[in-house]
């Protein structure tokens, strides 16, 4: 025997009639009293578990709760829509409460026919008034009278006893197999205290609830394999999430004997610990006899590595293996692919992919977009007593739309606002206003604030003074890198393309590699903590097959380059020796340079449109013993660059740099900026130390780290062997000396260190 108590919500009708409507069905029912409509509900339960089979209510302890909200209604006739201006006030019921068993809570609105999920009460004034205004904005105004109530509703509850069936007719899941389940994938839907954690703002698919009943009722009325289909950032794995929730809910309140039940994995998860031939495959034939057991339907995030994951080629993966079980219905599959992904599976194993039902998630209009912004900032302020302004919201679309391309809205404005409430919490801010957005977009792009605000003002001089003072002597150079900076920060860089791709020629160590570091410092260097220049040695990646470790293998491991711009893709990336790589290489940086992307067999995007790319090559330089070039020697050099690459490769280069040999002076200054820079060292620092040098130490240092072939790049290794030993030996000498400034001189083949006074 088992007893469940419904709540029921009841409202008066001209006095002469109460109705009640059952929380969780659509049945209604109406008496002339209250204790004659509770026992006409009662009787329905009865008749209709009357098998036997009951199931309890979706909350516990249901409370109910009735709000104003302002809609504004429209008017549709034959030459149009034509909304009106004044705002209607519509009553909205609400019951809620929680389910103990399944860790969620939910809630009814029973006049409007809709529920959702919630993760706590102070989550439902908004969602409310979301769904209120999705269900009557621009609706007639006979439409919203029709859908509203005209009396105060109240709450009862009806108790039905029900008796079991016999053990042997009950269909109860073995805890045994359950567990097997569960070893390589989670129960859906998750509790609502793990959502809780995850998650700063409800992780709710707003504005999608056309698309949430659609995959709902495919789930409960079909048997079918669906494809969730969309670009990063649409929403698809929310709006899955919302789909599982409601057919779940939808599957416990029924009286289906074969209602599914949800289960979500990785591909990698469904192979993993198999350490023999023939493992794996047994481990999937059993999953998918345990899940065909308790009407399993399983959600593969990654769907498309199916088709990599289990074996060397596609006939021998785990799509291949369980390709007969999905055409048999044994295992039902849900997946989330992007367009790409989805036409590379097709392509590589299209009888798989046609067993799937398309059910594609189109970016949000930009109406729908503000809305969901205002909820955000609406939750924020009732739930965490933080303040989002809304010119701060559009300041984030603006900055996410122009610099995340490779992201669509809602998911990439939801997720940096997520970023930015997590930081302002941490700071104790209770405000987000337009200075914390730029401040909050430059700590996570690195770029700083005066490439990125207009109020900020940035000239040329002002860009070449900056590189003036880290690279030295390279006039030609540092305006290029200026032009690069001004171009970006005006806004009209091609958008479909890298930032800028630049190549650098020159002599080995006349400041090649130490302009791109300075360069990427000034684009991405703002509060970022890993170094913003990726460096690749080309001449790793001579052999055609050594392709793989740079982009990535065909078994889709990413390679070195994919790996680095997937991870940040703000960044300078720096392919020195350019001429070493195979030629292979430059047929895939064709497309990279062209169209700022790159896309895998998978269909795996990498985006490069935030990147600068420079390649150094000293190509016509090499057999130079010269200190400095005449003006022939650049255009020599340039032409045998032109003569070394193809046409189409030189083409898509937006800019040749030629870079000039050293002469002693800029030897001379170069050395002087190292030694100067050996103050910033932590031993310097912590004795509180202040170094200053001579013209006779640094003409030294000059000839000890110049070679005519090498140029500058023995420099450091002079320093540190010359000037860095001296001074770490007078600081072991000179123990407990602090707060002193010491003068560096070369006097008599050696360097001298004394206390200045």
């Known amino acids: 025997m088992r007893i469940y108590n419904y709540p029921v919500v009841c409202w008066r009708f001209n006095d002469d009639a109460i109705f009640g409507k059952i929380i969780g069905f659509d049945q209604e029912f109406v008496a002339e009293n209250i204790r004659a409509l509770k026992q006409s509900v009662k009787d329905w339960l009865a008749r209709e578990f009357g098998d036997g089979w009951g199931y309890s209510p979706d909350i516990e302890n249901a ?9 504004y209604p429209s008017y549709e006739s034959e030459k149009g829509v034509f909304p009106i201006l004044e705002p209607t006030k519509v009553k909205v019921a609400a019951v809620y409460g929680e389910n103990p068993e399944q860790g969620y809570a939910l809630c009814y609105l029973p006049f409007l026919g809709r529920s959702f999920y919630f993760y706590d009460e102070k989550q439902l004034k908004t969602l409310i008034e979301h769904f209120v205004r999705e269900q009557l904005e621009g609706k007639k105004p006979a439409t919203i009278h029709q859908l509203t109530m005209e009396t105060e ?42 959502r809780r954690k995850l998650n700063v703002f409800p992780e709710t698919a707003w504005e999608r609830s056309t698309l949430i009943d659609s995959i709902s009722d495919k789930l409960v009325n079909s048997d079918g394999h669906i494809l969730v289909v969309g670009d990063a950032g649409t929403g698809k794995t929310v709006i899955l999430m919302d789909a599982i929730r409601k057919s779940s809910r939808i599957s416990k309140s029924g009286k289906k004997l074969d209602a599914p039940t949800f289960w979500h994995t990785q591909s990698q998860r469904l192979v993993a610990n198999a350490k023999y031939l023939g493992e794996w495959q047994a481990q999937c034939e059993n999953l998918i006899d345990a899940l065909e057991s308790v009407n399993g339907v399983l959600w593969i995030s990654d769907l498309v590595e199916l088709i990599r994951v289990g074996g060397e080629g596609i006939e021998d993966s785990v799509a291949a293996f369980i390709y007969p079980s999905i055409v048999k219905r044994r295992i039902r599959l849900i997946g989330e692919l992007n367009p790409n992904e989805t036409m590379a599976l097709q392509q590589a194993y299209p009888a798989f992919i046609a067993q799937f039902k398309l059910v594609e998630i189109p970016e949000l209009a930009e109406v729908a977009l503000g809305r969901i912004a205002n909820k955000l900032c609406q939750y924020a302020s009732e739930n965490m007593k933080l303040t989002i302004n809304k010119a701060a919201t559009i300041l984030s679309q603006r900055l996410l739309g122009r610099f995340q391309q490779y992201e669509k809205f809602p998911g990439k404005l939801v997720r940096f606002l997520t970023d930015c409430v997590r930081y302002s919490e941490q700071q104790k801010i209770d405000r987000i206003d337009e200075d914390a957005i730029y401040k909050s977009f430059a700590r996570q792009s690195g770029l700083p604030e005066v490439m990125i605000r207009d109020d900020m003002t940035l000239n040329n001089k002002m860009v070449v003074d900056y590189f003036n003072k880290h690279i030295l002597h390279q006039t030609v150079a540092i305006q290029t890198l200026a032009e690069t900076v001004i171009v970006f920060k005006t806004g009209l860089n091609d958008p479909g393309k890298p930032i800028s791709t630049l190549l650098f020629t020159g002599p080995t160590g006349v400041g090649k590699t130490a302009a791109a570091k300075t360069l990427a410092s000034y684009f991405f260097g703002a509060g970022q903590k890993q170094d913003p220049l990726f460096r690749l040695d080309m001449s790793e990646f001579q052999h055609p097959m050594q392709i793989g470790r740079l982009i990535g293998t065909d078994s889709g491991q990413p390679g070195k380059l994919v790996e680095h711009v997937r991870e940040r893709p703000f960044s300078v990336i720096l392919l020195d020796e350019i001429e070493k790589a195979n030629p292979a290489i430059f047929d895939v940086l064709l497309g990279v340079f062209d169209e700022g992307i790159l896309l895998d067999r998978f269909g795996r995007l990498t985006d490069f449109r935030n990147c600068i790319i420079i390649m150094t090559s000293n190509i016509g330089t090499r057999n130079s013993n010269s200190i400095g070039f005449v003006d022939a020697s650049l255009k020599h050099d340039i032409s045998e660059i032109k003569n070394y690459f193809r046409p189409e490769f030189i083409n898509r280069i937006d800019k040749i740099v030629s870079f000039n040999a050293l002469d002693q002076d800029a030897v001379e200054d170069i050395a002087r900026l190292e030694l100067k820079n050996l103050g910033k060292r932590e031993g310097i620092k912590k004795h509180h130390l202040r170094l200053t040098f001579t013209d006779a130490l640094v003409k030294q240092i000059a000839v000890e780290g110049f070679h005519p072939k090498y140029g500058a790049r023995p420099l450091q290794r002079a320093i540190e062997q010359h000037v860095v030993t001296a001074i770490s030996t007078w600081i072991i000498n000179n123990k407990g000396t602090r707060k002193k400034d010491l003068e560096l001189d070369y006097i008599n083949n050696k360097i001298n260190i004394k206390i200045k006074k």
Do not use: A, G, M
Request: net charge positive.
């Open 63 to 71: 409370k109910l709760r009735c709000s104003t909200y302002k809609v």
């Open 153 to 194: 509703p109240w709450l009862e509850s009806v108790k039905v006893r029900i008796h079991n069936k016999p053990e042997q007719e009950q269909s109860v899941f073995s805890e045994d197999v359950l567990n097997y389940i569960k070893t390589y994938s989670e129960q859906l839907p998750q509790q609502r205290s793990l």
